[in-house]
């Protein structure tokens, strides 16, 4: 049984962790150390449902929450250094279209904003768990801020993968589960997705001997 002081306060501590990593991955430019950031964001989402888990007394939430740590913090991350492994030398994002200062200043702009655009969803339900929304939705924000800043395509698709994490913390904290189904059906279209992405990264390297993609529109042009 966990008190109340003790739910906020590990609750406070998972969400901490999962900003925290997010801006460790928009900070550092090795791709290696981004795969590990992110499968501790996996760790840190996964331990988040778990506090909710027995918060509620929830064992379908407890299945989740281990279901996530296996595919979040394990799965993807093998897969994602798999496709580095395959990548050779280029295992650095040289030329990311922001530098890390501006990346950062834009990393607090968007916190700010998730916060002014998360309030209407937490006065709906004000609650210890819908209080950390901003959290989700910074997350959200800061991997799209990857996705469409980064030129490698590796690096793109680590930003996808952040913001499926922040939706779904998002999903778990304003509904307290989103449902075992539904999870382990959100959770396959990611897999997917990712072994999709991998094969095409690993075709292109074939075929122009690079996944760069600002390298691979000069071919074209």
Known sequence: MVSDTAYVQLLDLACGGLLLTAVLIVWRRELAVIIRVFAVQG?????LVAVLAVHEHSAELGAVAAGLAVLRAGVLPY?????L????????ETRPLVNVAASLLSVAVLAM?????SQPLIELAPSPATQAIPVGMTVVLIGFFVLVTRR????QLVGFLLMDNGITAIGFLTTTGAGLVVELGVSLDVLLVVL????LATRMRETFGDADLD???ELRD
């Open 43 to 47: 760790l840190v989402l996964a331990a």
């Open 79 to 83: 897969l994602l250094r798999r496709a």
């Open 85 to 92: 492994a395959q990548a050779g030398e280029r295992r650095r």
């Open 113 to 117: 904003l998730a916060y002014a655009v």
């Open 152 to 155: 490698r395509a590796l690096s």
């Open 196 to 199: 999709v992405l991998q094969i």
């Open 215 to 217: 390298e691979l529109r």
